[in-house]
């Protein structure tokens, strides 16, 4: 499946650089959880960091019912962007250094989860990360599931952008003597730090000692 191109979707710039499969979509939203969402209050834009998952043909978000921004958000049209660093490439002029990276962009209405779907979601999100922990927690209060908003948003408009590779020089500053090239950039997932109030002979559980970093 294929998004369809749309004037504020489409890429002015680096074209080739442009993707609209929902392959290439689907793979950045599902290995990269951080996302900013990109909204408007009284006519002045903010942007607020926040974990995103994808189930299907759709993604969503949570946050707290009190927050100005999910308030914000419903029913309004939101920009939600997604962005992972591979690497740093460097050329022999300022100018072409760039980065190798991967991107997504998606625009459309934000809509509220039914109350009655807002547990099934964010187990959905936990588990998305750390499978079978939803099982080993207690279960949400009454109070918990009122104080958090569940939003989501079809993808249905917008684009990915990914580079990879070297740098592209002017073909006369190949024969500099300037070194060029990438500096990969990778995250990685460190030793578990244990929580001092943890009971005594409690081990963490398998799918936190083989967490894997999606990406």
Request: aromatic fraction near 6%.
């Amino acid at each position: 499946m294929t998004l369809d191109i749309t004037d504020r979707s489409r890429l002015r710039r680096s074209h080739e650089r442009g993707h609209f499969d929902r392959a290439t979509i689907d793979a950045i939203l599902d290995a990269q959880p951080m996302c900013s969402v990109g909204y408007v209050i009284d006519g002045r834009p903010y942007v607020t960091p926040t974990l995103q998952w994808r189930e299907g043909d759709h993604v969503y978000w949570h946050g707290s019912s009190a927050s100005r921004a999910i308030r914000s958000s419903k029913g309004a049209e939101v920009c939600l962007t997604v962005a992972i660093l591979d690497g740093f490439v460097m050329a022999r002029s300022g100018m072409h250094h760039s980065v190798n990276s991967r991107s997504v962009m998606l625009f459309g209405p934000a809509f509220v989860v039914p109350d009655a779907e807002k547990e099934a979601r964010l187990t959905t999100f936990i588990d998305g990360l750390w499978p079978g922990r939803a099982a080993h927690l207690r279960p949400n209060t009454a109070q918990e599931l009122k104080a958090t908003t569940v939003l989501g948003m079809q993808i249905k408009e917008g684009s990915a952008k990914v580079r990879g590779g070297g740098p592209l020089d002017d073909e006369e500053d190949y024969a500099l003597p300037i070194w060029a090239g990438v500096i990969p950039v990778q995250t990685r997932v460190g030793a578990l730090v244990p929580d001092a109030r943890n009971l005594d002979g409690v081990e963490p559980p398998a799918h936190l000692t083989g967490f894997r970093w999606p990406g």
